[in-house]
DNA sequence: CGCATAGTTGAGTGCTATCAAATTACGTGG
DNA sequence: CCACGTAATTTGATAGCACTCAACTATGCG
């Protein structure tokens, strides 16, 4: 526990003060330096409370497809990701891998009851993450109210994103999961601020095929079908331009009555 | 919003006062009734707290098949499961159907940040519920903190499960899905008190195949597969009796390395 | 008792996984 | 900066499994 005043993190700084709903009309804060802060600052804390938060911090760097948590290792820390791209997976025995979800910079891994941890969690790209102890996050919860409530909104929000995820997964056509999957994916960027039309994907095809249930020939086969259709455009393997959002989203919005 | 002394529910009246794990220790309360007095209970709140609690709720009874909300409305009312069984639904506009869910008593409906429902949810049977407005329940929630914490441990524990689910779906054969599903459902039957090897299906093959991301004759497929394994025995279409636990979870658990 | 609905079983097709190969991208060392 | 080797991605051919369509059976209700 270490006191902080965290050194710029590698990466894109992502301008969280705009964009978070609690924030609105406070004072600007430098969120580019640890999410904790930002936590803070958006959840209303005074600076006296937000330095106790910091105090309760610990900072972390990965590397690339270093792991942070395995699978049923015991839950003691959380953490908030302030760089870098991470999957969370779930292998099974006969080697069968389900990504479940990435996480961008300002997301909490915590949201669990569980006393294990579900899932690994890997770095995709190089990321720095803030940890707190479960316990010294259970004292703040406590000691600020304002702290439980955000969290429930977060676990609110992932709730409602992990039911489109399912009818994705379990009622979409491979070109469908990944239409949705980009929209989803600039979505997020757009939250961080990069509301451009060039979509950089941190992950490789293979995340992205155990992410959406698909094989990694029926990914690369997605792509290229969206690519012949002019949805998207290609530069090199990790930019995908979204050409026609319009179109991309008719393909997944079959749906809502 | 009608002052409460609720008629003994139809069906199954859940024991959930040994469930609950916030409610060990204290003294017994009939949560027979209303759900709300024993979320109340479980929140450690006072007898005072708890008729304040009652006084903000109404009921409700639904007819099997009737809707409750409607994809797209307004979420004015959260809501808690008294007894019957309830579906969550969603619909795509060429009629491709996902059942992401099925309410058991003690479940609260409303764990969500939406504006608007993002699902349909309808009666699989004759069901009762608790209504409260959602004003009312942020009241609640910020007059009792300890109503606050149980609702993010209800909202851990549903992305906890929410993972699961997402794994079966992507990842599992037809089989493996359906051997998961009665054991989850089974699972949470126990945790009502009903533990017996007999397994009483409220909803459909349809409900059961769109919940799963499989169409109706597949499911019946794979109830014959599990028959033919001696894994379960069919006493009529609603009746299951899981003969072997142990293998079945092996289907699933082909996992957690 | 007859009809309507729900569930099971069967036959055939299509889509995606699998297997295999070619191509591209990338990091390393010359 | 380029050549090389490795890994990642794309493309192609084939096969298996789940969906579709269809018929049949069971269940429930008037």
Redesign the pocket.
């Given at each position: 526990m270490s006191r902080l005043r965290i050194a710029p993190p590698p990466g894109l700084l992502p301008p969280l003060t705009e964009a978070c709903p609690g924030h609105a009309g406070r004072q600007k804060v430098d969120c580019g330096t640890c999410q904790v802060r930002h936590l803070a600052v958006c959840s209303a804390l005074s600076p006296e409370e937000t330095e106790e938060m910091e105090r309760a911090a610990g900072q972390l760097q990965l590397a690339p497809n270093e792991l942070l948590v395995r699978q049923g290792q015991a839950r003691i820390h959380v953490y908030s990701v302030t760089s870098g791209t991470l999957r969370t997976v779930r292998l099974m025995a006969d080697g069968r891998r389900q990504v479940t979800g990435f996480l961008l910079p300002g997301d909490f891994i915590g949201l669990s009851g569980s006393a294990v941890h579900a899932l690994d969690i890997e770095a995709v790209t190089a990321s720095a993450l803030c940890r707190f102890s479960q316990q010294d996050m259970r004292q703040l919860r406590t000691r600020f109210p304002h702290i439980e409530r955000k969290m429930l909104e977060r676990a609110f929000g992932e709730l409602d994103a992990n039911r489109e995820y399912v009818v994705a997964l379990a009622r979409m056509?491979?070109v469908e999961r990944l239409a949705d999957f980009l929209l989803r994916l600039s979505a997020r960027h757009a939250r961080l601020g990069q509301d451009t039309p060039m979509l950089v994907l941190p992950m490789?095809?293979?995340d992205i095929a155990d992410h959406l249930?698909?094989?990694?020939?029926?990914?690369?086969?997605s792509?290229?079908k969206l690519r012949q259709q002019q949805l998207i455009a290609?530069h090199?393997?990790?930019n995908v331009e979204l050409l026609d959002r319009e179109r991309l989203g008719a393909l997944v919005h079959q749906g809502e009555a």
């Amino acid at each position: 526990m270490s006191r902080l005043r965290i050194a710029p993190p590698p990466g894109l700084l992502p301008p969280l003060t705009e964009a978070c709903p609690g924030h609105a009309g406070r004072q600007k804060v430098d969120c580019g330096t640890c999410q904790v802060r930002h936590l803070a600052v958006c959840s209303a804390l005074s600076p006296e409370e937000t330095e106790e938060m910091e105090r309760a911090a610990g900072q972390l760097q990965l590397a690339p497809n270093e792991l942070l948590v395995r699978q049923g290792q015991a839950r003691i820390h959380v953490y908030s990701v302030t760089s870098g791209t991470l999957r969370t997976v779930r292998l099974m025995a006969d080697g069968r891998r389900q990504v479940t979800g990435f996480l961008l910079p300002g997301d909490f891994i915590g949201l669990s009851g569980s006393a294990v941890h579900a899932l690994d969690i890997e770095a995709v790209t190089a990321s720095a993450l803030c940890r707190f102890s479960q316990q010294d996050m259970r004292q703040l919860r406590t000691r600020f109210p304002h702290i439980e409530r955000k969290m429930l909104e977060r676990a609110f929000g992932e709730l409602d994103a992990n039911r489109e995820y399912v009818v994705a997964l379990a009622r979409m056509s491979p070109v469908e999961r990944l239409a949705d999957f980009l929209l989803r994916l600039s979505a997020r960027h757009a939250r961080l601020g990069q509301d451009t039309p060039m979509l950089v994907l941190p992950m490789g095809r293979s995340d992205i095929a155990d992410h959406l249930g698909l094989t990694v020939e029926t990914v690369s086969r997605s792509f290229t079908k969206l690519r012949q259709q002019q949805l998207i455009a290609l530069h090199g393997v990790q930019n995908v331009e979204l050409l026609d959002r319009e179109r991309l989203g008719a393909l997944v919005h079959q749906g809502e009555a």
